[in-house]
């Protein structure tokens, strides 16, 4: 479904990517995993179009799109649920929603999608009319994956969707992550809890200053002695 071939991005002077290349099957959940600046966000970035390569190639259902405007990636499928949330905070919950299906015409399918988002997060279904900004950190984490639910994807890229919220919180993130896989919606996982992570991956790749220093079965990576020492806690 997705494929990076050799991709390079840089701020400046800078490289971030240095020739990163990686797959993401239909229907897989794929984790990459690595410490704070290794790349992960930038490759999530380069991929929905945020940043433009210096070189490279990212094919999307076998159509390259490393060129492309984000908003032309979106209609393709392929959305991007950003790390620190990004709702629009004066906004109401409602709006958040609708927006995010702007570019849908199909208004039955949407109506259909909003009431699996308020049925995937109920709080949500009874704060629709409350501002965006005014929600807790983990409901605004609950809009934001919501409203990337209502864009349609059938390629989910989640940067960080646990960062700073409470066990319980997390735990149900995780479930409807579990959920939308189920459902049909492939994965692409950027996540600090390593552990949770590989252990809800098909596949996982480790990134470390901008480079793929391994790859492997979620299982494997698990019982990795450098993956545990590094990122596992021992």
Known sequence: MLHIHDL???????????????EVRAGEIVALIGSNGAGKTTTLSAISGLLRPKRGQILFEGVEITRLAPYEIVRRGLVQCPEGRQIFARLTVA????????????????ARDLERVL?????????????????????QQMLALGRSIMSAPRLL????????????????????IADLRREGVTILLVEQN??????????????????ITL??????LLEDPRVKAAYLGG
């Open 157 to 176: 890229l989640l940067d960080e969707p646990s960062l700073g919220l409470a066990p319980l919180v997390v735990e149900r993130i995780f479930q409807v």
């Open 215 to 220: 790859s492997a079965p979620a299982p494997v």
């Open 119 to 139: 049925g995937l997060f109920p709080i949500l279904g009874e704060r629709q009319q409350q501002i965006a900004g005014l929600l807790s950190g983990g409901e």
């Open 95 to 110: 709006e958040n929603l609708r927006l995010a299906a702007g570019h849908r015409r199909d208004r039955s399918a949407v």
């Open 194 to 211: 390593a552990w949770q992570a590989l252990r809800l991956a098909d596949r996982a790749y480790v990134i470390e200053t901008g480079a």
């Open 8 to 22: 390079h991005v840089a701020y400046g002077n800078v490289d971030a990517l240095k020739g990163i290349s990686l």
